[in-house]
């Protein structure tokens, strides 16, 4: 692969944070983690694209009919979920792994689950390659979530939700947050549900979004 980040890179990425910042990201801290991320290493090797459309505030086709998601709403989820350095945080979707790469940039350690067998090998090699050394990759159905090491502080879930999954609200540190696209996928209420107390949860709603549909189960 080839794993060049130049100063034009630098540059694009730069312009990028000032856009986003225009329509409506004010988080410091995210904004300095997209700048330092280098996003057009995460479109995969078999995806033909011009580099400077990384960069561009636009969802891409990643493969297994997957995408990276577009910028803003990576930053939006990212300061929804008002990341602490060291939390612990659980992300069900890894897709290209770029939204696990801007969480830990911002201090955090991520554990993220992807169903598609493939997608999860090929970006789980990306992320070591990369030295995100405080990402755990998971192949599994994130409806399941990954008890093994819950509590979490934050769950972002990152493919839209029809219903609510139970198993990531128990899994949920008292005083954490989940940050979920909620609805049909094509128009989805971004949702954040915080946990007040065991069983006990309050909830806002933002803005519209497009994600693909969190499905059910794996895909080898
Ligand atoms: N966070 C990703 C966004 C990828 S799109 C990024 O930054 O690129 C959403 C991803 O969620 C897809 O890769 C899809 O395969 C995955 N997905 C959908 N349903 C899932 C489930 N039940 N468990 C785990 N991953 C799921």
Redesign the pocket.
Known sequence: MNQVDTYRHKGLRKELAVKLHDKGITDKNVLNSIEAVPRHL?FGNDTVFYETHAYEDKAFP?G??????QPFT?AYQSELLQVQPKEKIL??????????A?LATLGAKIF?????KK?YERTKELLQELGYANIKCFF????EGMPSFAPYDKIIV??AVPELPKKLLQQLAIGGKLVLPFGNEAACDMVRITKQAEGQYSEEVFGKFA?????????F
């Open positions: 995460f990643i297994e009919g997957q995408t990276i998601s990576v992300e069900i979707g890894t897709g290209s792994g770029y939204q696990a801007v993220t689950i992807e169903r598609h997608l599994g159905d994130g409806f990152t493919a994600f693909v549909p969190m499905l059910k189960g794996k895909v």
